[in-house]
């Protein structure tokens, strides 16, 4: 298939697409401020959201933001059905009810960004064009046209974490499967999802895995509190996070030991009512995007309870695990494949069971001693020359410099 070749100066234009307002994406700014510094000519398309601007000039990149008023409003009764659901006497007709307009306005929502993000994307008649997530690949794939380089970056199993009964995740796979051999080249998080996403959609060539690093680099390092040791869970506050039962866990700390919350998001009532009570646990207003790494450098641990309730859960490798590496964090984390690879061939961490609050609470006891805190912030210091962007930021180069 014939293919749109660099104007004669060498510039090369990229437009990526993205479904979140790109205030808290570190993945997709990293990836496109990359860019921008090595001479692409970068544009981010992303949903309006209330206080942002319509047009943002970043380093290296913009970010547009088309408005969409119905899509808005479609997205925000979608919120509100991935959390609140039916109470448990709930009769089965009113049950079916809740499920159809979940379904429905899930469904709505998504065409509806598609549609937004697609008629601003298809003006700029870019390059290349890259999709952040299934939720983006079908209108990158309309917007590129049959002449454009498409890259598909696959943040997690999108499919799977779908709040939804299974045969529709089902029909999202399916979908998937057809709109993924569209790509011309495929990259995800870490090597367990690109093995399942080869396997999963019978792909030529293993997805290249760009780990979501920060820079290494100085930081403005936040004092640790005298006497205390603080336990910090840094990022969205979201349904299947275990989030609830970290909470809980608070009942089984030692005295000097403080549980903090830092972040937000659609359950943040849920969990402060949880820890009415509970005075070891506190909840801190979220750090900016640029400030994560800095911000997380006062506590004495960074947390990660993610629940295995799906596949996309169970072989994740957050942000902010890299975040808390960076930071010099021993990670107390969930007992699945990829926080088990990174802390315990490297001793950096602590795993725990997330479905049992105890089995949280006592990883973070264990974990926040001096001695062993010593250890691991040793190990800490080379594991983080290993795990940062500058390494990351080649892979990508290396992969788009192969793209014609």
Not at 67 to 77: A, G
Not at 166 to 189: G, N
Request: aromatic share 6%; hydrophobic share 40%.
């Amino acid at each position: 298939m014939a293919r749109n070749r660099a104007p004669s100066n060498g510039t090369r234009s990229v437009c990526m697409l993205v479904t979140n307002d790109m205030v808290n994406d570190p993945r997709v700014a990293r990836h496109a401020e990359t860019l921008g510094s090595h001479g692409f000519t970068v544009s981010v398309i992303c949903p309006m959201s209330e206080g942002r601007e319509e047009h943002e000039l970043r380093a290296g990149y913009e970010v547009i933001r088309p408005r969409s008023i119905i899509r808005q409003s479609l997205h925000e009764v979608s919120e509100r059905q991935r959390v609140f659901s039916p109470s448990s006497d709930t009769n089965h007709l009113r049950q079916g009810s809740h499920d159809l307009i979940k379904l429905l306005a899930i469904a709505s929502s998504f065409f509806l960004t598609q549609l937004t993000l697609l008629r601003t994307a298809r003006r700029l008649r870019a390059q290349i064009y890259c999709a952040n997530d299934f939720d983006t690949l079908l209108a990158t794939i309309l917007a590129a046209g049959l002449d454009r380089i498409i890259v598909y970056d696959s943040h997690e199993l999108w499919p799977d974490m779908m709040l939804v009964a299974e045969p529709v995740k089902a029909i999202a796979r399916s979908i998937e499967k057809v709109l993924i051999r569209r790509a011309d080249f495929v990259m995800t998080v870490n090597e367990f999802i690109a093995i399942e996403l080869a396997s999963r959609y019978s792909l030529k060539r293993v997805p290249q895995v760009v780990y979501n690093c920060p820079r290494n680099g100085p930081l403005k390092i936040h004092k640790r509190r005298t006497g205390l040791k603080i336990a910090l869970y840094q990022g969205l506050y979201a349904p299947e996070r275990g989030l609830e039962n970290l909470v809980k866990a608070a009942d089984y700390l030692l005295p000097d030991i403080r549980l903090v919350f830092r972040g937000y998001g659609v359950i943040e009532q849920e969990l402060r009512s949880l820890s009415t009570g509970r005075k070891n646990v506190l909840f801190d207003k979220p750090a900016k995007m640029s400030e994560l790494v800095s911000a997380a450098s006062g506590a004495n641990v960074g947390l990660i309870p993610y629940l295995p309730t799906n596949l996309c859960n169970y072989l994740a490798s957050p942000n902010k695990l890299f975040e808390y590496i960076q930071a010099g964090l021993p990670v107390v984390a969930s007992d699945i494949p990829f926080m088990r690879k990174l802390i315990l061939e490297n001793d950096i961490g602590m795993l725990f069971d997330a479905r049992d609050p105890r089995s949280i609470g006592n990883a973070i006891n264990r974990s926040t001693r001096s001695r062993v805190i010593r250890r691991q912030r040793a190990n800490l210091a080379s594991v983080a020359t290993r795990y940062n962007w500058a390494i990351e930021s080649e892979k990508l180069l290396q992969s788009y410099a192969r793209l014609h």
